[in-house]
């Protein structure tokens, strides 16, 4: 049962990885967190409530939102959930466009849409929505056109939001590389283990919630 005192958050993609930590994090922080995962169980961990799904969907979007209004408010948004694309990642002169539809639709179209499901409630509680980006969204890498193309889409749609909307925060986060499954994808047969583990980016993430500076691209 979720404490009606403690803020809520909107956590997409937390089976593993990056928002599984956050998830853990504001957790034991005391928040509430609505999670979701396309495979996703109970993820065990208290106050967390899982809703499976997939974030392209509408109904669950809206499922993710309800939920987390069930709560009595909502106080943060974290579009974490996304997809790499193609393992290994083609140049883009051989990126198959119907693949690169799919890599726009989950890390672009989804998250902008489920923010514009939750920024009536966010509005109201001078809330907080956080966009997961990456470096590739800035640096010319061989191979990630696609997914970085789509992360640079994410960084101009979170700067044009903050713009937008004065009674919400809106931050772009770039983790850097950590050891995850989408990093190992990414670099199919290397050893990523000299990465740091999601978990090591968690206090950065639970300050920025806790000095809320301006909106803006923010590398923890």
């Known amino acids: 049962m979720s404490n009606p005192d403690a ?3 909107v ?5 593993r990885g990056l928002g599984r ?4 994090a504001l957790a034991g922080a005391g928040w ?4 979701d995962g396309r495979t996703l169980r109970d993820p065990g961990i208290p106050g967390v409530i899982a809703v499976p799904g997939d974030v392209t969907d509408s109904w669950h979007r809206a499922l993710l939102v309800e939920t987390a209004l069930e709560t009595g408010r909502l106080d943060l948004l974290v579009n974490n959930a996304g997809i790499l694309g193609p393992s290994p990642q083609p140049v883009l002169a051989d990126y198959p466009l119907d693949v690169l539809r799919g890599v726009y639709e989950v890390n672009v179209v989804a998250p902008l849409a489920l923010t514009q499901l939750a920024l009536p409630a966010l509005r109201e509680y001078g809330g907080a929505v956080v966009n997961v980006s990456s470096d590739t969204a800035t640096g010319a890498y061989p191979g990630w056109g696609g997914y970085g193309s789509a992360k640079a ?7 044009v939001l ?11 986060v770039d983790p850097g590389d950590l050891r995850t499954r989408m990093h ?3 670099f199919p047969g290397e050893d990523i283990s000299d990465r740091p583990l999601p978990e090591s980016v968690t206090p950065a993430f639970l300050r920025l ?12």
Not at 21 to 24: F, G, N, P, V
Not at 32 to 35: A, L
Request: avoid cysteine; proline fraction near 6%.
């Open 184 to 186: 190992a994808e990414a």
């Open 21 to 24: 930590a956050l998830a853990e």
């Open 32 to 35: 509430t967190v609505v999670g």
């Open 11 to 15: 956590v997409t993609g937390v089976t």
């Open 209 to 220: 919630l806790a000095t809320r500076p301006e909106s803006g691209r923010v590398r923890l």
């Open 162 to 172: 903050a713009a937008e909307e004065p009674k919400v925060r809106v931050w772009w």
């Open 153 to 159: 889409a994410v960084e101009q749609l979170s700067s």
């Open 7 to 9: 803020p809520t958050a």
